[in-house]
């Protein structure tokens, strides 16, 4: 499985930013892809994830900090996880990373995914 996520660049604060994490290699029928950040000097950040099947449909999950601004949502055909992020704040500002794992889990940690895309950079400015 390849993720590949895209979307980042540079934004000024109250702007909003859409990533995307298109995944190749095999097809996602359950699953679930969380997405993190990390800001220079600082450990990675969860900032939520979504799972789905095929009978219980899709859910989401956010960190509190994240809560409110930031929204993931799912294109089951195009095979693609989106993150939504409204409002943005200069301490937004990280390489965002996308992961999954073939399981439905209940994860916020890293070491919980199985597979990682290259991450991308969002940059906002005050």
């Known amino acids: 499985v390849q993720l590949q996520a895209s979307g980042g660049g540079l934004v000024q604060a109250g702007d909003s930013l859409r990533l995307s994490c298109a995944a190749s290699?095999?097809?996602?029928?359950?699953?679930?892809l969380g997405w993190f950040r990390q800001a220079p000097g600082k450990e990675r950040e969860f900032v939520g994830y979504i799972r789905w099947s095929g009978w219980s449909g899709d859910a989401t999950y956010y960190a509190d900090s994240m809560k409110g601004r930031f929204t993931i949502s799912r294109d089951n055909a195009k095979n693609t996880v989106y993150l939504q992020m409204n409002n943005l704040k200069p301490e937004d500002t990280a390489v965002y990373y996308c992961?999954?794992?073939?399981?439905?889990?209940?994860?916020?940690?890293?070491?919980?995914?199985?597979?990682w895309g290259q991450g991308t950079q969002v940059t906002v400015s005050s």
């Open positions: 992961a999954a794992t073939l399981r439905l889990v209940h994860t916020t940690t890293p070491d919980g995914y199985v597979y």
């Open positions: 290699g095999r097809t996602f029928s359950t699953g679930t």
